[in-house]
């Protein structure tokens, strides 16, 4: 008997538009808003990154859709909060608490790596308030990292600013209190960067965005990676030189370290050989590969804070709360685009147009939509998909790039994109 899954067209498609094995994917667990519902969770995307898992944002009953996920719990090592809504946090506690219990099986002496939170201020208050209150001891080890200062660009709503009092000021259980809270740069143009963190091939930054509280979005850059020795073009040379390179400075004791020198050369930068040969880095290394670079959005009604970092996104992940269309046709709510636009604006949102405007305004070379209204189902009945594809096509429209093409796709939860490299494929 054939046991191959069936795969819905809309898999097959994703199949056919990124690659299956990618040491870079994304893995989207959740793509509604609000209240998690039996067609679609609420916000919690997974970067998953040689092996290791990067979680942005953690709405509620996050954890049983990593447990329906082909994520490994276990691999996450940094979590990631855009703003404290509900349903990007209501599952920080839980899925804490899920790693945790994981770790029982740990000896003892297994060195157990503490799970950094990343988030606006409050984030630490929140989480401590609730594993302190329901004494939830089986929690993962922990640090939160505030991001301090992000502006507050709504108008309508001044009090958000969280309290700084803890409920005690002991260390609640398992949180470790070696944290570093990260403040922006700002520039002359008033533009906040926060740089989050490095790894050795990944760098994060932060930016904020316009929502009714404080929120963020998160870039991801992978480090560019030295450009190719063309070994057949430097070989021969060193073999006519190999004698004399024998009484260089350096190469006493191994005259091969001379080809890491060489690839080692800036483009303008030249070798002289003893036989008067002059290479120059630009003749024999190829340019640098350019990294990665994946754009995670916060909830928003624009990313006007945010381009100065976002732009040139291989992946942009926006979200398109509202669209003006219901069960395939035509929202009657509102006479217009525009006035259903003014009111997703006004609760901090946007819609597909939007969305599709701001992966033009940044040249994006994918754009995901999430964070759709409970009202868009993710299910893969031909009804749904035919709605995601209209919604899809909205957002294509105003990116510039071909309908019914490639380049935009309505997520569902579950969805997986390996994200490669340009120059991997060629
Ligand atoms: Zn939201
Ligand atoms: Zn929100």
Redesign the pocket.
């Known amino acids: 008997m054939d046991s191959t899954p069936q795969l819905s067209s809309r898999e097959k498609r994703i199949n056919s538009l990124f690659p299956r094995y990618s040491d870079m994917d994304l893995t989207f667990l959740g793509t509604g808003?609000?209240v998690p519902s039996l067609r679609r969770g609420?916000?919690a995307i997974c970067l998953r990154f040689q092996g290791d898992v990067w979680l942005f944002d953690c709405?509620e009953s996050t954890q049983l859709q990593l447990q329906k996920s082909a994520i490994r719990p276990s691999k996450i090592r940094k979590i990631f909060i855009t703003?404290l809504?509900g349903?990007?946090v209501f599952g920080i506690a839980g899925t804490l608490c899920q790693l945790g219990s994981s770790m029982t099986d740990l000896n003892y002496h297994d060195e157990v790596q503490p799970i950094d939170i990343y988030g606006p201020e409050g984030t630490r208050y929140l989480i401590n308030s609730i594993i302190q209150l329901t004494q939830s001891k089986i929690v993962a080890p922990f640090r939160v990292h505030e991001l301090i200062g992000i502006p507050n660009f709504s108008k309508e709503r001044e009090n958000t600013k969280p309290p700084y009092k803890y409920i005690s000021s002991h260390c609640t259980y398992n949180e470790l209190r070696d944290f570093k809270d990260i403040s922006p740069t700002v520039d002359s143009e008033n533009r906040y960067t926060y740089d989050i963190c490095s790894t050795a091939d990944l760098h994060i930054q932060a930016a904020p965005m316009h929502h009714s509280i404080p929120c963020v979005g998160y870039v991801v850059t992978e480090k560019a990676r030295p450009g190719k020795l063309h070994i057949d073009k430097v070989q021969p040379i060193v073999n006519k030189n190999r004698e004399l390179l024998q009484d260089v400075k350096g190469l006493r004791r191994n005259v091969d370290k001379i080809f890491s020198i060489i690839k080692n050369l800036n483009p303008d930068e030249s070798y002289l050989f003893p036989d008067g040969t002059v290479i120059y880095g630009r003749d024999v290394v190829s340019p640098e590969i350019k990294g990665r670079k994946v754009v995670i959005m916060?909830?928003t009604c624009s990313g006007n804070s945010i381009v100065h970092i976002a732009n040139g996104a291989d992946v942009l992940v926006h979200?398109a709360?509202n669209a003006w269309m219901r069960d395939g046709v035509v929202d009657d709510r509102y006479p217009s685009y525009n006035a259903l636009k003014k009111d997703t604006v006004q609760h901090g949102?946007s819609t597909p147009q939007m969305a599709g405007e701001f992966a033009k305004r940044i040249g994006a070379k994918h754009l995901i939509l999430t964070?759709f209204s409970q009202r868009y189902p993710g299910d893969d009945s031909e009804k749904s998909m035919e709605i995601m594809k209209i919604i899809e096509n909205m957002a294509a429209e105003s990116a510039g790039f071909r309908p019914n093409g490639d380049n935009v796709i309505a997520a569902w939860d579950f969805m997986n994109i390996g994200i490669d490299r340009l120059d991997d494929t060629s």
């Open positions: 808003s609000g609420v916000s709405g703003h809504h349903d990007h916060g909830d979200e709360t949102h964070h």
